[in-house]
């Protein structure tokens, strides 16, 4: 039923890569109207067409984006895209998966998160959805919040690996997002001849 629309959404957002299985529980879901999982895990996911925020310049005025620097920026960011694959909003920002080739292919995706000053962020978890539980349990102040959306998404069909938060994954990159970005925008400023 929701085949060609998950297809786009694997082209768009993740460069045709098969769509993780958690993922695509909530992508059904927000498509049916569901709002169980948005409560949840307060994510909203992009819909076709929607530009990638390391990608979208509409914020700025034409004078900035005619900037030499600014482009440099914007320019990095676009390298940057290629390895940041952002499927939601929700968190400090958006949320996604980070896919630099130089990252251990025998392992999940690791996740990343990018907040709205535009600094990337790891996240804890093998899956989108046990990332964004970690993160909404951080925001809460009772004892055991990531046990207890575990058990609630469990409830809802979508099991997590553990319901403590201390046995989630935490591996580290490989490659830093933080320094790739720098970089990417120090190699284009220097394009332009700003070095």
């Known amino acids: 039923m929701y085949d060609a629309r998950l297809a786009e959404f694997s082209r768009e957002r993740l460069d045709g ?3 993780p299985d958690d993922l695509r529980v909530l992508l059904v879901a927000q498509w049916e109207g569901r709002t169980d999982f948005t409560r949840l895990l307060g994510l909203e996911f992009f819909e076709a067409g929607e530009v990638h925020p390391l990608l ?26 290629k ?21 251990p292919s025998d392992r999940a995706w690791l996740l990343i998160e990018l907040d ?9 978890g093998r899956t989108l959805t046990e990332g964004a539980a970690a993160e909404r349990a951080s925001y809460q102040d009772e004892h055991d919040a990531f046990g207890r959306l575990a058990t609630e998404l469990a409830a809802l069909g979508l099991p997590l690996e553990t319901r403590n938060h201390g046995a989630l994954d935490d591996t580290a990159y490989a490659v830093d997002p933080e320094g ?10 220097e394009k332009r001849g700003l070095r």
Do not use: C
């Open 17 to 19: 890569r098969p769509i």
């Open 56 to 81: 979208d310049t509409s914020y700025l005025s034409e004078e900035e984006r005619a900037d030499p620097e600014m482009q440099a920026v914007n320019a990095g960011a676009a390298e940057m895209a």
């Open 83 to 103: 390895h940041v694959k952002l499927v939601a909003k929700g968190g400090k920002g958006w949320i996604g998966y980070w896919l630099h080739p130089d990252e």
């Open 116 to 124: 709205t000053e535009f600094t990337f962020w790891r996240m804890v």
């Open 180 to 189: 790739l970005m720098e970089e990417l925008v120090e190699a284009e400023r």
